[in-house]
């Protein structure tokens, strides 16, 4: 009974990743240029230290007037406020939602709710800024023009389903809270991580790929990534095969589907699971006992967060994924 509680819960926070990070019709398309130092006001790099009043394009092509540098920010999903945290900027943060959980400070800021946030509560805060995102911007339009309606400007950064399109709202994120070269310097560090793991990963020969199966929530509800997502685009990076590659963004799987892909690796972001428990939720299947991966003890877990959030810690993510999946070649 407990187990069959906590996989419904896995499956609901499996859901509201889905619906605020990367279920979205609009999603934002990354663009043919991603340099540390692009910006998004019209497409035109911002200049170093750029001051204030300045007018920003957002993802949604409105034109927001900053009068002058923000001191009270309210973010509305947890990629936002973990960039603007890794901006150094975490100080002005006065308000964030429910399910924002890093870094653990972020606890200590009040809440204005979950997707659904509380209009009053954020009126309350007096913020300066509100940082939304694109994911969820159609189904709180009433309570964004609220915002917009009492004078607080509010910033939609894009839905970014792939990496360069993270470091375009990264520099959206730092152009808006006056943060542009702490911007510049996350993204050019990412950029070096993304770099090294990719000049690993030419190490990898054709024949010594392996086949992967990401299960981001567990039996009964069997999820995997496709394309579309970070977890796909990474496995693809380090010259690794996602056996659901042909499928698009976070798709349910019969146990018979995916026992079908025979996958060398199986790795698990369950929330709330350690690596044990996940190696017990696979290993405890009936149907899954030839299965190479099991065969060969090849179950492992990461921190779902890292890689499935479009903000500063991705480069992190995949490097842990890289390490469980090919030790020999990336592990220290």
Known sequence: MMRL???????????????????????????????????????????????????????????????????????????????????????????????????????????????????????????????AHQSGAHNSEEGLNQLRNADIPVIVVHDATEIDAVYRSIALIGEAIGAEAEAEEVVQGMQERFAALEEKASEISEDDRVNVWVEVSPAPSIYTTGQGTFLHEILTLINANNVAGDVEGWVQFSEEEAVALQPDVIVTTYHGYT??????????????????????????????????????????????????IYPEVFAE
């Open 275 to 324: 690596q044990d428990d996940s190696a017990q939720e696979i290993n405890e299947r009936t149907a899954w006992q030839d299965v190479p991966a099991v065969v060969n003890d090849r179950i492992y877990h990461v921190e779902p967060d890292p890689v499935a959030r479009s903000g500063p810690r991705l480069a992190e993510g995949a490097e842990e994924l890289a390490k469980v």
């Open 5 to 131: 509680k906590m996989q419904a819960l896995i499956l609901a926070m499996l859901l509201a990743v889905i619906l605020t990070a990367c279920g979205s019709n609009t999603t934002e398309e990354a663009p043919a240029n991603t340099d540390a130092e692009q910006a998004t006001n019209e497409g035109e790099p911002a200049e170093e230290g750029e001051s204030f009043p300045k007018t920003i394009t957002d993802a949604l092509d409105n034109e927001v007037t900053l009068e002058a540098e923000p001191e009270r920010i309210v973010t509305l999903i947890p990629s936002i406020t973990e960039t603007v945290y890794a901006l150094d900027q975490g100080d002005k943060v006065v308000g964030r939602t429910d399910h924002d959980n890093y870094p653990a400070e972020v606890e200590e800021v009040e809440s204005i709710g979950g997707m659904d946030f509380d209009v009053e509560k954020i009126l309350s805060l007096e913020p300066d800024l509100v940082l």
